[in-house]
């Protein structure tokens, strides 16, 4: 038989196996030849196979990292619901204490947020007239513990009228994503929670009216569903005017673990007026 005279076309692969040269060095790790292809320094399979293999799982792992962070220490900025914008610079830094009122409070409330953040479940409650910073020291509070719970902790501030507005409004919108149900896991799925005015939701505190069936309804089913976890409640109300607009039950969840966690603003006039009358 006589050979013909045939063009024959390499695969890649075979293209790189004829490229591959064996060393007469052994890799002291794994005891293996190295291989070097193209030319290229020699290496051992096994130290890259394993180096890939660390590459891959650092990046599934901040991946992960991630995530994590998204689904907790970002909840305080992605999911917060108040309209004051002014919060978002409120810290214990810029709060002032200019009498032993403010000075008493704010070394209390900086305590509870240390008690917070090492796993404490009680409730706090701060009272007062408005304007005295219960909303500024509540949010600090909250800052303070998302930046220092490890493993991050979920930590929301709800303007607790606006919560409700916007589940009312959600009432004539047909795929409005502020339904009952969104609000009360959201609500609920918090690790601390800041209810801020509670009061307010029900219209002009002065006046004697109760809270509405449904506002109870959906209190209830928050406060209901945070019996294990910590929530932070500030209100102008005084306990009797409390006691007129919601039941004793409802009450006494928000109250929950607050004796000797109760911040009171008896002295402090209001903030925002720059004349005292
Ligand atoms: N001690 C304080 N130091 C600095 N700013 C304060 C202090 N108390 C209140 N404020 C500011 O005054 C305004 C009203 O306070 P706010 O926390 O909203 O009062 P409240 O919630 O009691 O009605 C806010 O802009 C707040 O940052
Ligand atoms: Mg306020
Ligand atoms: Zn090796």
């Known amino acids: 038989m006589t ?17 591959l040269t064996v060393s007469d060095e052994t890799c002291p790790i794994h005891n293996i030849e190295l291989v070097s292809a193209f030319g290229r320094e020699p290496i051992c399979i096994e130290c890259k196979r394993t180096a890939l293999e660390e590459r891959e799982n650092t990046l599934v792992e901040e991946i992960m990292k991630e995530q994590n962070r998204i689904n907790t220490y970002d909840w305080l900025n992605k999911h917060s619901i108040y309209l004051d914008q002014t919060l978002q610079h409120v810290s214990f830094d810029n709060y002032k204490t200019n009498d032993s009122e403010t000075k008493a409070n704010k070394e209390k409330a900086l305590k509870i947020a240390r008690e917070y953040y090492q796993g404490a479940t009680y409730n706090t409650i701060f009272t007062g007239k408005p304007g005295t910073g219960k909303s500024h020291l509540s949010m ?29 409004d959600g009432f004539n919108k047909r795929d409005s994503m502020y339904t009952e149900e969104y609000i009360t896991n959201l609500l609920t799925s918090a690790d601390l929670l800041v209810i801020d005015d509670l009061g307010a939701e029900t ?21 209901n569903g945070r019996m294990n976890k910590p929530t932070i409640i500030t209100t102008n109300l005084t306990s009797r005017e409390m006691a007129k607009m919601y039941d004793q039950k409802l009450i006494s969840r928000f109250l929950r673990g607050a004796e000797g966690h109760a911040i009171k603003f008896d002295k402090t006039n209001d903030k925002r007026l720059s004349v005292e009358f």
Request: some cysteine; glycine content about 2%.
């Open 140 to 168: 600090s509070m909250l800052k303070i513990v998302n930046e220092n719970s490890k493993p991050y902790k979920k930590c929301l501030f709800v303007s607790i009228d606006e919560v409700m507005r916007k589940i009312k």
């Open 203 to 223: 219209g002009a505190i002065s006046s004697d009216k109760m809270a509405t069936d449904f506002t109870t309804k959906v209190l209830y089913s928050i406060m």
């Open 3 to 19: 050979q013909e005279n045939t063009t024959t076309f390499s695969s890649p692969k075979d293209v790189f196996k004829s490229r």
